[in-house]
Structure formats: C-alpha cells, structure tokens
C-alpha cells in the first residue's frame, strides 16, 4: 500500500532519500507559499507538471483521504512537519503506518543559529491559530499567557499568526496588567521570512517593536539578558524551596485572601467547589462574579497551567482581585472587568465553569456557557432556595446533568472557656456536567 510522503522544505537541499521519493511521485502537493519556495530547489523542473496547488489546507486533506492509497503522493511542509506543522494532521486522519516523514529544519531552529543564541531550555510555543481564519483552533498558549511564562523562563521562541503577530506580542507583554517593568531587560528578536530570499532579522526592546510592523511567516525569540535570567531563575529556585517545604497547594485561609467583610467564599465551601469542578491541569477556566478572587486564586495556584478568567463588575472588588493575584503570584488569572453575561462574549470557551454570583441574569450567563461549552462541568453556590430551584431549571433546560450537594458548617467558639459549635448559613452546591 502506497504511504503519504511528507516532505520538509525551506532550509536546506532535500537529502538523498527524500529527493528520491519526491521525482518518483505521481503528484506533489503544496501551497501558493511553498511552491515559491520550491521552485528554487533543483527537483521542481522534473516534478513542476505533477504539482497540484489548492487552496486551503482542508482541500489538500481531502484530496489525500481520496487518492493516496491509488497514487505515490509527496506533500510539502513547511520546515519540520511534525513541529506544529501539517505532519499531525496528517498522521491524525491516515494513521501512522500511513505516512513517511523527511523533516528539514524547523523554522525556529533557524531562527535560534541566525541569532546565535541556544536554544538550551527554551520554551518553544506555538501561538498560530491554523491557516483559516475562520476555523481558528485552539492553542496550548494564548498570546495573554506570555507574561507568565516569562517569569518562569528566560527565553521562549513562539511561531505566530497574522493576529498574535510580533507587535501585539509586544504589546500584549508592555500591558500594565502584565508587570511590564519586570521585563524590561527583554530582548526581542524577530525573524521575518527565514529561509526566503528577503530574510530579515529585527532586534529591539518591547517598546521599539510596538510600534513597527512585520512580514509574515515570521518567528519571534523572547531573550532577558543573563543578569536577569540569573536573577529570575533564583528566584524560581526559592520558590521551588519554599514549596517543598510547606508542601501547600491548595488550602488559602479566609485571613490570607484580602476581602471586603464578609464577602468571600468559606474555606470549607470553597474547597468542596473546586473539588465538584474537577479542574484540569490545562484549559479554560470561568470563575464568574468572582468577588476577590478567592476560588480563581486556590484553582490558579493548584492548576498552573490552567488559564483562568475572573469575571467582577465591582471596582472594590476587583481591586481585591488584583492584590489577591499579584499577592499569590497567581499569573495564570485574567481579570475581566464587567458584567455577566456581556464580559463573557469575547472569552475563549470554558472547560469548566464557576458561578459564585449572578446578580440576577443566572438563566443568561448560563445560556451563554452553554453554547460555548461542548463538555465541561458548572458549578452554581446557592445561599436561597430561590436560587437553587433557577440553578437548577436553566441547567437542565440546557441539557446539564444535574446534583446538588448542601454544605452545613459549624464552627467552634469559645463561650465561657468552653468550646461550642456555631453554625453558618447552609449553602448548596449545583454542580450541572456535560458529556
């Protein structure tokens, strides 16, 4: 049976074995932008009337899926394949036994040697969204992360896309929300179009490339320079040590957490909800009227690579927030200032969902979720019983299933030098799951 053959271009001639495979296929299959690139190889003249060049990457799938097994056919990518490139497609929708890859570089492994930096503990991240922009997938990292990961690593190299291109990273980083003075030793290298005749590497601090514009494909290469990256790597090396020694995760004392009186989740509630969410290690995160910050700041912590979205429309509290968040070094949190269900429009869809506070739109805010969440789990506190019957309602409305848990907490007081237990007010847990 004839194998799908994926061949790498764009940095160096093709080796021997993939040369060989490519002038003995029936057709070569590429894009506008890698058939610029390959007319420069020396195989295009013997192959240029077996290229066949469509429009979108779905077009090209569906052509392999329909005539791969009947036709040797060569499929060129894009550097490595299999480095955030068409390779996992591919092997996604014919199976491994079924293709053959013959990698060249990747992009960012040019990139690095043009800067003569090493890539040595690098974090190499992909920020595309994939080829159409109307089907834009889903990253590991969103271009709001980067701040984050900055603390945690000294240099990152990201692929990009013509919307997180190297100017909104720029920006995105120089945020006052991101702490930008941290990074202010930061070094960016942009490197446009390797490997093209026009190649151009650009170096500049976050405020230079602010403001200038680049061409596409490009890479961008985030460097502090060693005093800082030595600085910043103790300080990850203290944290380390502080962590191994007080072991804490998860467990925040309603003392530690700044808060307007009264208003903030009891420890006790707050660990049996984030216990009923089921947090994941990674994805989305809605924590919504989020007050200050009690519950994102206990998942930020135990899921740090969880991004999380604290949804508050009260100044005081998010100025509760924002203390909480920089206080815990909770960088995977994301203040959003407004009200539910509006401020919940722009956000990425959630995995899990949190609703300490509806201010009376419960049956919007969840209709919202709803249709934005394909699985997940919803977690709604209800302190009436008005409002556990709504939780309920909207939640099977919207085809949830549903359990509902009741928390009874009694506290111990000292009356009299004796111990008594005082009670608080029940409060029920509507946990809704779709599967």
């Keep these: 049976m004839n194998k799908l053959n994926v061949i790498g271009i764009g940095y160096r001639p093709l080796d021997k074995r993939a040369r060989d495979v490519v002038l003995n296929s029936d057709v070569v299959l590429a894009n506008s932008r890698l058939l610029e690139v390959f007319q420069t190889y020396r195989e295009y003249e013997d192959v240029k009337d077996r290229i066949i060049v469509h429009n979108s990457v779905y077009e090209t799938l569906d052509y392999i899926v329909d005539n791969y097994r009947g036709k040797k056919i060569s499929l060129l990518a894009a550097g490595d394949p299999m480095f955030f490139g068409i390779g996992r497609l591919v092997v996604e929708k014919l199976g491994r036994g079924a293709v053959e890859v013959y990698p060249d570089l990747s992009s960012i492994q040019a990139a690095f040697s043009r800067i003569r930096e090493t890539s040595n503990n690098a974090l190499l991240i992909s920020l595309h969204h994939g080829p159409d922009p109307a089907k834009r997938r889903k990253?590991?990292?969103?271009?709001?992360?980067?701040?984050?990961?900055?603390?945690?690593?000294?240099?990152?190299?990201?692929?990009?896309?013509?919307?997180?291109?190297?100017?909104?990273?720029?920006?995105?980083?120089?945020?006052?929300?991101?702490?930008?003075?941290?990074?202010?030793?930061?070094?960016?290298?942009?490197c446009e179009k390797i490997g093209y005749p026009d190649e151009k590497i650009t170096e500049g601090t976050l405020q230079e490339i602010s403001g200038?514009?680049?061409?596409?494909?490009?890479?961008?290469?985030?460097?502090?320079?060693?005093?800082?990256?030595?600085?910043?790597?103790?300080?990850?090396?203290?944290t380390i040590k502080s962590d191994q020694r007080s072991g804490i995760k998860f467990g925040l004392k309603e003392t530690e957490i700044q808060h307007s009186k009264g208003l903030i989740t009891k420890d006790e509630v707050r660990a049996v909800t984030i216990h009923k969410l089921m947090l994941p290690q990674k994805g989305v995160f809605w924590d919504i009227g989020a007050g200050s910050g009690s519950v994102s700041v206990e998942a930020a912590r135990g899921c740090p690579e969880l991004k999380v979205?604290?949804?508050?429309?009260?100044?005081?509290?998010?100025?509760?927030?924002?203390?909480?968040?920089?206080?815990?070094?909770?960088?995977?949190?994301?203040?959003?200032?407004?009200?539910?269900?509006?401020?919940?429009?722009?956000?990425?869809?959630?995995?899990?969902?949190?609703?300490?506070?509806?201010?009376?739109?419960?049956?919007?805010?969840?209709?919202?979720?709803?249709?934005?969440?394909?699985?997940?789990?919803?977690?709604?506190?209800?302190?009436?019983?008005?409002?556990?019957?709504?939780?309920?309602?909207?939640?099977?409305?919207?085809?949830?299933?549903?359990?509902?848990?009741?928390?009874?907490?009694?506290?111990?007081?000292?009356?009299?030098?004796?111990?008594?237990?005082?009670?608080l007010n029940p409060v029920f847990i509507v946990i809704g799951e779709k599967k």
Excluded: W
């Excluded at 061409?215 to 300080?235: A, I, K, M, Y």
């Excluded at 539910?340 to 609703?355: G, M, N, Y």
């Excluded at 969840?366 to 709604?380: A, H, L, Q, Y």
């Design 139 to 190: 990253p590991e990292y969103e271009i709001s992360d980067l701040p984050g990961l900055l603390k945690k690593h000294d240099k990152i190299a990201i692929l990009t896309d013509r919307i997180n291109n190297p100017t909104e990273i720029a920006k995105e980083i120089l945020k006052p929300s991101a702490l930008s003075s941290r990074f202010s030793a930061l070094n960016m290298y942009i």
């Design 212 to 238: 200038q514009s680049f061409e596409h494909p490009n890479v961008v290469v985030l460097v502090q320079n060693t005093e800082l990256g030595t600085r910043n790597s103790e300080l990850r090396t203290q």
């Design 309 to 423: 979205y604290a949804v508050e429309k009260n100044e005081e509290q998010i100025r509760h927030l924002n203390a909480n968040k920089d206080g815990f070094g909770a960088d995977n949190v994301e203040i959003i200032e407004g009200e539910a269900p509006e401020a919940l429009k722009a956000l990425p869809a959630p995995d899990r969902v949190f609703i300490g506070g509806s201010g009376g739109s419960l049956y919007d805010i969840v209709n919202v979720v709803s249709t934005g969440m394909s699985s997940g789990i919803i977690v709604v506190n209800a302190t009436t019983i008005e409002t556990l019957n709504e939780a309920m309602q909207c939640l099977e409305q919207n085809n949830f299933e549903v359990l509902v848990s009741e928390v009874s907490i009694s506290r111990s007081k000292v009356i009299g030098q004796r111990r008594h237990m005082s009670a």
